[in-house]
C-alpha cells in the first residue's frame, strides 16, 4: 500500500511536469487557481454574513415581539382584573342605593305628612351641568333655622 500511495504522487508530480512548459506558466495557472478560490471563499463568506445578520435580525424581532406580546398578554389581564372590579363594585354600589331608598321609604311611612313632605323639601337635589347642589337646614346657636346652599363641583 505504502508503495502505490509514493507511485501516485510520482506520478502527479510528472503529470504536472508535463503540463506546464515553464514554471512562470504553472505559477501563472496556479496564481488564477488561488484567485478564483478566494473569490468563492470570498463570496461564500459574505453569503454566510448575510445569512447571519439576517438570522440574527429575525431572533432580534421574534425577542421583541415576544417582550411586546407578554406585555399586551399582561396589560389585557390587569383589564380583566380591573373590570371585573369594576362590575362586582357597581353592583356592590347599586345593591347600597336600593337598600337605602328602602329605608327612606320605610321612614317615610313611618313619619307623618307634613314633616314627610318638609324633609322632602329640604333633601332637594338636583344636577345641573354635571355639577350636584344639596340645600340643607342647619340650626344655629339661637336654634334658629337658616338654610345653607351646597354646591359640589
Not at 2 to 27: P, T
Request: with cysteine; hydrophobic share 35%; aromatic share 4%.
Amino acid at each position: 500500500m505504502e508503495g502505490e500511495k509514493q507511485l501516485s504522487i510520482l506520478c502527479q508530480k510528472q503529470g504536472r511536469a508535463i503540463q506546464f512548459s515553464s514554471k512562470a506558466a504553472r505559477d501563472k495557472c496556479l496564481q488564477k487557481e488561488i484567485d478564483d478560490l478566494e473569490r468563492v471563499l470570498s463570496s461564500s463568506l459574505a453569503q454566510e454574513q448575510k445569512n447571519f445578520r439576517m438570522n440574527l435580525n429575525s431572533l432580534m424581532l421574534n425577542a421583541v415581539f415576544n417582550h411586546h406580546k407578554s406585555q399586551r398578554d399582561k396589560l389585557q389581564d390587569e383589564h380583566k382584573s380591573l373590570w371585573k372590579n369594576e362590575t362586582e363594585l357597581s353592583a356592590e354600589i347599586e345593591k347600597q342605593i336600593a337598600a337605602v331608598e328602602k329605608a327612606e321609604n320605610c321612614l317615610d311611612h313611618a313619619t307623618a305628612g307634613d314633616v314627610r313632605g318638609g324633609l322632602n323639601f329640604v333633601r332637594v337635589s338636583e344636577s345641573i351641568d354635571g355639577q350636584s347642589k344639596q340645600l340643607r337646614i342647619i340650626k344655629d346657636e339661637n336654634t334658629k333655622l337658616k338654610f345653607l346652599m351646597t354646591l359640589r363641583i
